[in-house]
């Protein structure tokens, strides 16, 4: 687990949801929280002589700034006091993924915590122009959360997701995924549902042909699997499922199992690997009702 959370806010009491993950996160890891806030700069104009462009900072533009600094330490220092955890603000001005992504680097940040709307129409803004592209772009992994939901831990031995489904499809990366959940959990006592997807064509298929293909899935690849994270306070139960629409069956055995989680890899990049965002990641986050964990490739920033 990271000893370095990084919670990007956007001065809104939305984006502040994202600490309500993070604090009990490094509560139970003995992490610090970085709250980072990327101010877009001002436009800039050609000056008279056809020189640099010069920067349009009005007064209205200093208060801006000043106040969102401002409200950035107030929030770490409340963090600080009520919650006892160490935190730390990052205050930068420029684009904001391209800042948040430099925040990641600055702090040696191993986790990323932050709110996201999700849904389509106008809500669909931040996921599209920022949480969008740190999946695609990010190199640490990505807890995204919608829900308002306080997060709260009694003891120290609490698991904080005491069910979580895994989406694996066969390949390495997805693998990595879980051992990601397994540092987010850590030595807590939780259960993990392992969750294998069979693509299958919309026209029907027999019922033969599903049984025996789950059976497959399930004794020859996911039970095997299992048996590996399986420890006397870890249960791993396993799920094969045969569906024409990943994210959906995901979605589902989330909610079939009452899941306070979902944990996922992803490619990252643009071009063919952008698929796996917009028809899996994309798809279960904008459908979740509980955060979910993005692993990327370990390559993806340099894709």
Same mark, same amino acid.
């Given at each position: 687990?990271?000893?370095?959370?990084?919670?990007?806010?956007?001065g809104?009491?939305? /984006?502040?949801?994202?600490?309500t993950l993070?604090v009990?996160?490094? *509560? *139970?890891?003995? +992490? /610090?929280i970085?709250?980072?806030?990327?101010?877009?700069?001002?436009?800039?104009?050609?000056?008279?002589? !056809? $020189?640099a462009?010069?920067?349009l900072?009005?007064p209205?533009?200093?208060?801006?700034?000043? %106040?969102?600094?401002?409200?950035?330490?107030?929030?770490?220092?409340r963090v600080?006091?009520?919650?006892g955890?160490? #935190? +730390?603000t *990052?205050?930068?001005e420029?684009?904001?993924?391209?800042e948040?992504?430099?925040?990641?680097?600055?702090?040696?940040?191993?986790?990323?915590?932050?709110?996201?709307?999700?849904?389509?129409g106008?809500? @669909? =803004? &931040?996921?599209?122009?920022? #949480?969008?592209?740190?999946?695609?772009?990010?190199?640490?992994p990505l807890?995204?959360?919608? /829900?308002? @939901?306080? &997060?709260? =831990?009694? #003891?120290?031995?609490?698991?904080?997701?005491?069910?979580?489904?895994?989406?694996?499809?066969?390949?390495?990366l997805s693998?990595?995924?879980?051992e990601?959940?397994? *540092?987010?959990?850590?030595?807590?006592t939780?259960?993990?549902?392992?969750?294998?997807?069979?693509d299958?064509p919309i026209?029907?298929?027999?019922?033969? &042909?599903?049984?025996?293909? /789950?059976? @497959?899935?399930?004794?020859g690849? =996911?039970?095997?699997?299992?048996?590996?994270?399986r420890?006397?306070? @870890?249960r791993?139960? #396993?799920?094969?499922?045969? %569906?024409?629409?990943?994210?959906?069956?995901?979605?589902?055995?989330a909610?079939?199992?009452?899941?306070?989680?979902?944990?996922?890899?992803?490619? $990252?990049?643009?071009?063919?690997?952008?698929?796996?965002? !917009?028809?899996?990641?994309?798809?279960?986050?904008?459908?979740?009702?509980?955060?979910?964990?993005?692993?990327?490739?370990? $390559?993806?920033r340099d894709?």
């Amino acid at each position: 687990m990271s000893r370095r959370i990084l919670v990007p806010l956007d001065g809104s009491p939305f /984006s502040e949801r994202a600490l309500t993950l993070a604090v009990p996160l490094a *509560q *139970q890891h003995g +992490a /610090s929280i970085v709250l980072t806030l990327a101010h877009p700069l001002p436009p800039r104009v050609e000056d008279a002589t !056809g $020189g640099a462009g010069v920067s349009l900072r009005e007064p209205a533009e200093h208060d801006v700034r000043d %106040h969102l600094r401002q409200q950035l330490e107030r929030i770490a220092r409340r963090v600080a006091m009520k919650d006892g955890v160490t #935190t +730390a603000t *990052q205050f930068r001005e420029g684009p904001i993924v391209d800042e948040i992504e430099a925040a990641i680097a600055d702090v040696s940040a191993e986790l990323v915590v932050m709110a996201t709307h999700g849904r389509g129409g106008l809500s @669909r =803004l &931040w996921l599209g122009s920022v #949480t969008d592209a740190l999946l695609r772009r990010s190199h640490v992994p990505l807890l995204v959360t919608r /829900s308002a @939901r306080k &997060w709260t =831990l009694t #003891t120290a031995d609490e698991p904080l997701f005491p069910r979580v489904v895994v989406a694996l499809d066969g390949s390495a990366l997805s693998e990595r995924a879980l051992e990601q959940a397994v *540092q987010l959990i850590g030595d807590c006592t939780g259960e993990f549902v392992l969750v294998r997807v069979e693509d299958a064509p919309i026209a029907a298929v027999s019922s033969t &042909w599903i049984a025996e293909t /789950s059976v @497959r899935l399930t004794e020859g690849y =996911l039970e095997p699997l299992a048996e590996r994270y399986r420890t006397a306070t @870890r249960r791993v139960s #396993t799920h094969a499922v045969v %569906h024409h629409d990943a994210p959906r069956a995901v979605l589902d055995a989330a909610k079939a199992t009452h899941a306070f989680g979902i944990v996922l890899a992803t490619h $990252g990049r643009t071009g063919v690997r952008r698929a796996v965002i !917009g028809s899996v990641a994309d798809k279960i986050i904008r459908g979740a009702s509980v955060p979910v964990l993005v692993c990327p490739s370990p $390559g993806a920033r340099d894709a």
